[in-house]
């Protein structure tokens, strides 16, 4: 196997490995889809925000932040993706990562042959609920402070580059742009995937599991950025429905970012869900891990 060879790790295997646990042992993904379960509400208050009598409160703060235009159909609809994003946000700093400690707790347990017990599931895993807001706080402040930097850097230099281009390339520069955030993602997850493994699985301190992901990162760069760029690759089409939305949007209907956030909420659970038992599978494979019950 070529792959594994280049790599010094079977990739495929592994793949196979969360694949078959997924489909055999379906409740490794039940707290993905709590996640899931409250995007959608949180889509639907979205939704009907600019209504009574949630508009009494989300109103106010729509017209002050974004204008009185948004408060109204089809203003409000065009609103929804970002007001979306803010709510998933918060989402995942109040309860995505320790979900996802819960799953890994689970493929952990199912690989040494440990009964899953819910209770001791949960109460394990909001013992160390400080240090999974930890990593969910720096993970998001990380992610904005590289779209920031990326996005001011590729527009000042694709200013410069934009009258030497044909004319079909400058329209593409927003997916272009979308493509380069989307493969900076995979590499900064390449780094910092195996922190709530590292903390579930070795019980080690949130600064302990930075530090011991970001080095196997760096040591097992290639494994890893395969192990986990292929399913991202499965979100790629969201993301570029996205960034066309509004282009789709001037030749349908405003309600099309409704379906592309539901969508986008559907995929997002089994993608993610995949990747962090991957991620579970590689710490649980590399030799040398202390894996304590």
Same mark, same amino acid.
């Given at each position: ?50 209504? *009574? =009598? ?53 493929? *952990? ?20 609920? #400080?240090?999974?807001? #930890? ?30 281009? =044909? ?74 429905? *996205? ?51």
């Amino acid at each position: 196997d070529r792959m594994r060879s280049a790599m010094g790790y079977n990739v495929r295997k592994n793949w196979v490995e969360s694949f078959t646990l997924m489909v055999t042992r379906p409740i490794v993904i039940l707290p993905f889809i709590i996640v899931a379960f409250l995007e959608g509400i949180a889509l639907e208050l979205v939704y009907f925000s600019p209504r *009574r =009598p949630i508009s009494y409160l989300v109103n106010p703060l729509v017209k002050k932040f974004f204008g009185e235009g948004f408060v109204h159909y089809p203003g409000s609809l065009l609103l929804l993706p970002k007001l979306f994003y803010y709510a998933q946000v918060a989402i995942y700093l109040l309860v995505g990562a320790l979900l996802a400690a819960i799953t890994v707790a689970m493929v *952990r347990n199912l690989r040494m042959g440990l009964p899953l017990k819910a209770n001791a599931l949960i109460k394990n895993a909001l013992k160390r609920y #400080t240090s999974f807001l #930890t990593y969910a706080l720096v993970l998001v402040a990380l992610m904005f402070l590289v779209k920031k930097v990326e996005v001011y850097v590729f527009v000042r230099v694709f200013r410069k580059l934009a009258i030497h281009l =044909p004319q079909i390339i400058v329209e593409m520069s927003p997916f272009m742009l979308a493509l380069l955030l989307f493969l900076s993602s995979i590499i900064l997850q390449v780094f910092l995937l195996l922190v709530i493994p590292i903390i579930v699985m070795e019980k080690k301190m949130i600064l302990k599991a930075f530090w011991g992901s970001i080095v196997l990162g760096f040591r097992n760069f290639l494994s890893i950025f395969a192990l986990i760029s292929v399913p991202f690759m499965i979100y790629l089409p969201i993301v570029l429905l *996205r960034t066309g939305s509004d282009k789709i949007i001037a030749k349908t209907f405003p309600e099309v970012n409704i379906l592309i956030a539901a969508a986008s909420t559907i995929v997002t659970v089994f993608v993610e869900c995949f990747i962090m038992i991957c991620g579970s599978h590689f710490l649980l494979d590399k030799e040398g891990t202390k894996v304590k019950k």
